[in-house]
Nanobody, 121 residues
């Protein structure tokens, strides 16, 4: 079994900061890409940021310059530092990881349970 556990969501005022964390556990040989997605009420889930095993980072245009994704490979973790938060950033944020459970496995996507981020005064 593989689990992704997120933490760090909450309520913050506009212009504030939050740091999300996600840790993978279970039977894992290696992790390919890890990333963050979000889903606001009535909207589709959308990509926020991803980080490949080689260190390449990709950001959605609406978070460039405000959010930073980072990984700790030893801890099988990914983080999202969110600065200059706006009310439109309010959403449930989901951790995603493409994980290899055996060396013959090309990788399977796993999702965390989601953590609520609310930006409001």
């Amino acid at each position: 079994q593989v689990q992704l556990v997120e933490s760090g969501g909450g309520l913050v005022q506009p212009g504030g900061s939050l740091r999300l964390s996600c840790a993978a556990s279970g039977s894992i040989v290696s992790i390919n890409a890890m990333g963050w997605y979000r889903q606001a009420p009535g909207k589709q889930r959308e990509l926020v940021a991803t980080s490949t095993s080689g260190g390449t980072r990709n950001y959605a245009d609406f978070v460039k310059g405000r959010f930073t994704i980072s990984r700790d490979s030893g801890k099988k973790s990914v983080y999202l530092q969110m600065n200059s938060l706006k009310p439109e950033d309010t959403a449930v944020y989901y951790c995603n990881a493409n994980i290899r459970r055996t060396w013959l496995d090309g990788g399977t996507d796993y999702w965390g349970q989601g953590t609520q981020v609310t930006v409001s005064s």
